[in-house]
């Protein structure tokens, strides 16, 4: 059996301490209360305990010091008030809090069955009603608690805290659902924004990229008919590679790149044309122009169709190597 005693010190703090037969001596199980917000009331009306926080008590949002005199002196005895007074008559709202030890019931009341919309109608019908949560958390939350009077003895918890919903003045809450909305209202402004800047900065890229690319081309075709071919050349390469394999791959890439794809040679007669010392045919444009020719197209066509033999019986064509 274990045995155990408690003890209150002169510090108010009550400790439940247990025997340990091995060392024959009583040990701490247990302190009440367990660290400075534990203290009741500590911060009073409105007020809420944060530990690790210095000093430990401040008040909720939307309510200021009773007394700042005080509270600068680290006397929390007035506690908090809204910055802006309830008005019934004119319409109340609530706002939550979540994750909060909820206040002492000492001025409460409960219903096992009521949902929390219920809840909340009711508190909001009452002027006399200053919160309500659920009475249960466990599967969802289920019943309803209500507070009448001001709230004590709150404190923000790291885990394992409650959601409470606290009567405030109307004009407080349309600051904040007004506040809420012109963020949502600049969000769907700033996004097509951001979406239409991205979209024109892709476009201006691979328009650069295509005209870099056309130009590059174009020079590597001037270059091919000045006879300037070698000027293509990588000079770290130009010590360490055959000038006649260069100038025949960069000709028969010139004839890869004409602007029909009729005049462009095929896979087969590539490898015979890099492989191969014969005479390669003068390359035509290549295609970096943005409007087709069709009257060379048509040239270009007519002329590969047309029959190679004296009679118009036999099939002979002419077909590149």
Not at 160 to 179: F, P, V
Not at 251 to 258: E, G, K, P, R, T
Not at 303 to 318: E, G, H, Y
Request: proline share 4%; net charge neutral.
């Amino acid at each position: 059996s274990v045995y155990s005693r408690l003890t209150l010190n002169t510090n108010g703090v009550l400790q439940r301490l247990t025997w340990n037969y091995r060392t024959q001596e009583w040990v701490v199980y247990l302190n009440v209360p367990a660290d400075n917000c534990d203290h009741y009331s500590l911060c009073h009306a409105y007020g809420s305990c944060i530990i690790g926080n210095s000093p430990v008590c401040g008040c909720l949002d939307k309510f200021v010091p009773k007394s700042q005199k005080d509270w600068d002196r680290a006397d929390w005895s007035s506690g908090c008030v809204r910055k802006t007074p309830l008005d019934c008559q004119k319409g109340d709202g609530f706002l939550k809090y979540i994750g909060v030890k909820l206040p002492d019931t000492r001025n409460s009341s409960f219903n096992e069955s009521m949902t929390l919309d219920e809840c909340h109608k009711v508190c909001l019908d009452n002027c006399t009603c200053m919160a309500y949560a659920n009475l249960d958390i466990r599967a969802g939350g289920s019943g309803c608690l209500l507070w009448f009077g001001d709230l004590v003895d709150i404190r923000q918890l790291p885990e394992n805290g409650q959601d409470i919903y606290i009567r405030m003045a109307s004009s407080e809450l349309s600051t904040q659902d007004g506040s809420n909305r012109k963020k949502g209202e600049k969000i769907k402004i700033i996004l097509p924004l951001l979406a239409g800047m991205l979209l024109v900065g892709l476009s201006l890229t691979l328009y650069v990229w295509k005209r870099k690319k056309k130009q590059k081309q174009k020079q590597q075709e001037l270059l091919n008919r000045e006879g300037r071919s070698l000027e293509l050349i990588d000079a770290h390469m130009g010590d360490s590679c055959y000038l006649s394999e260069v100038l025949r791959s960069i000709h028969v890439a010139l004839l890869c790149v004409q602007q029909s794809p009729e005049d462009r040679p095929s896979m087969s007669s590539v490898v015979l044309m890099l492989g191969g010392d014969g005479t390669l045919p003068q390359p035509k444009e290549p295609g970096f122009f943005t409007k087709r020719n069709l009257f060379f197209e048509a040239e270009t066509s007519s002329s590969n169709n047309a029959a190679m033999s004296v009679n118009d019986i036999s099939i002979t064509q002419l077909d590149a190597r």
